[in-house]
């Protein structure tokens, strides 16, 4: 089965920084495009970001370009979401999916908060 | 960004009848390779979202027959045929022909 885990989460004060993991198992990751979605408290979805295969080129929605960046690891089957110079519009729990949001994970809750 | 207007926000329906959601696209989703990139998703209260449909009209692996999708351009439609207790939640459309990808406000259905 395709199986997605989001690891990383918790609270960071506003301007600090967080990495998010997700750990990817029953697809061959390397072949795959994945993105990150968010979600904040109440709230609908909003797309982060994706990387594609192949060098692993990356788009990001404006409201994080800059801050945040996306990477992989595909020798061991893991997406990162780099999270800096977070601020309280980006607490949200936080979820990775296959490219087209075919497959998603459980989602990690990230809180800025001082 | 292409922005997408979904309604209505809030649907009461009684079991066993036909709902429906509509979403429309400030722009027209027909990618540069001839595909439209809608896609449906469901959230249950509780867990992470699930994609329903893709490229408009076709159903994931193990969506029940009674979820279908239409639509064209900049119009596009959620249809369930009979309402059950499971369908409860939060539904989205979103885009991805254009970027940065774009999600509805989401539609919240509810048992009457």
């Known amino acids: 089965d395709v199986q997605l885990v989001e690891s990383g989460g918790g609270l960071v004060k506003p301007g600090g920084s967080l990495r998010l993991s997700c750990a990817a198992s029953?697809?061959?990751?390397?072949?795959?495009?994945m993105s990150w979605v968010r979600q904040a408290p109440g709230k609908g979805l909003e797309w982060v970001g994706l990387?594609?295969?192949?060098?692993?080129?990356?788009d990001y929605a404006a409201p994080v370009k800059g801050r945040f960046a996306i990477s992989r690891d595909d020798s061991r089957n893991t997406l990162y979401l780099q999270m800096n110079s977070l601020t309280t519009e980006d607490a949200a729990v936080y979820y990775c999916?296959?490219?087209?949001?075919?497959?998603w994970g459980q989602g990690t809750m990230v809180t800025v908060s001082s | 960004d292409v922005v997408m207007t979904q309604s209505p926000l809030s649907l009461p329906v009684t079991l066993g009848q036909p709902a429906s959601i509509s979403c429309r696209s400030s722009?027209?989703?027909?990618?540069?390779?001839?595909?439209?990139?809608l896609s449906w998703f469901q959230q249950r209260p509780g867990q992470s979202p699930r994609r329903l449909i893709y490229?408009?009209?076709n159903r994931d692996s193990g969506v029940p027959d009674r979820f279908s999708g239409s639509g064209s351009g900049t119009d596009f439609t959620l249809k369930i045929s009979r309402v059950e207790a499971e369908d409860v939640g939060v539904y989205y459309c979103?885009?991805?022909?254009?970027?940065?990808?774009?999600f509805g406000q989401g539609t919240k259905l509810e048992i009457k």
């Open positions: 999916s296959t490219g087209a949001l075919g497959t």
């Open positions: 029953g697809f061959t990751f390397s072949n795959a495009w």
């Open positions: 990387i594609r295969t192949d060098g692993g080129t990356t």
């Open positions: 722009q027209s989703l027909v990618d540069s390779d001839g595909n439209t990139y």
């Open positions: 490229k408009v009209s």
């Open positions: 979103m885009q991805d022909t254009h970027w940065p990808y774009t």
